[in-house]
């Protein structure tokens, strides 16, 4: 089975922190996703990476910035935190070109 | 751009029911589609997808969708829901990136199914 780990299940942190969030994949993919997932919103790209040290901007990046220094890892790191990043953040992956993969999700939230 | 519309935000069926989720997409090309499924403080699991071919797309846990391009629809059906299936249903359509991945998926806004026994 694919597996997308998300390192941090449930994170608080204090406005204008920097935040990391760590994802991990074991499938070899290429692409790898960062969405962010709020009530009656669904699901919305942060950033996406087809390639190691690539990376693309997604429908909604500002105030995030994401590293993919390994194939296997895509990191999305919060700068500065602020109240309305509060979320659930969701890592996933695929290979090409096929389906996607989620992890379980990250609930950050922003005091 | 893409765009997916549920326009079900809750539904409520009782156990045995037949179901049927409706999704409406708008994207320029070919679609690629997908059906995903969350259970509460879960990530999303795939339930079937529709890439080309046949337009009625069977998937895993009883459930099955027809594609019809002319109405852009993609609805999600099951002739017997069980109460286990209650959970938030995802239509999602996907569109190139990098050139050959369908990874850029755009969702709907989510409907929630409950079930009663």
């Known amino acids: 089975d694919v597996k997308v780990t998300q390192s941090s299940r449930y994170l608080v942190k204090r406005t204008g922190e920097k935040v990391f969030l760590e994802c991990v994949q074991d499938?070899?993919?290429?692409?790898m996703f960062w969405y962010r997932q709020d009530p009656g919103l669904g699901l919305r790209l942060i950033y996406f990476s087809y390639d190691v040290k690539m990376k693309e901007k997604g429908d909604i990046p500002e105030g995030y910035s994401v590293s993919r220094e390994k194939k296997e890892r895509f990191s999305l790191i919060l700068e500065s935190a602020s109240t309305n990043q509060t979320s659930m953040y969701l890592c996933a992956s695929s290979p090409l070109p096929s389906t996607i993969y989620f992890g379980e999700g990250s609930w950050l939230t922003v005091v | 751009a893409q765009s997916v519309t549920q326009p079900d935000i809750h539904i409520t069926v009782s156990e045995g029911a037949s179901l049927e989720l409706r999704c409406n997409y708008s994207?320029?090309?070919?679609?690629?589609l997908f059906w995903y499924v969350q259970s509460p403080g879960q990530g999303l699991q795939l339930l079937l997808k529709y890439f080309s071919g046949d337009t009625l797309v069977q998937g895993i846990k009883g459930f099955e969708a027809e594609f019809k391009r002319s109405q852009s629809s993609f609805n999600l059906r099951k002739p017997s829901v069980h109460w286990s299936d209650a959970a938030e249903y995802f239509c999602a359509v996907g569109a190139r990136v990098g050139g050959t991945s369908y990874g850029k998926l755009t969702f709907g806004q989510g409907t929630i199914l409950t079930v009663h026994p």
């Open positions: 499938m070899d993919h290429e692409n």
């Open positions: 994207y320029g090309a070919t679609p690629y």
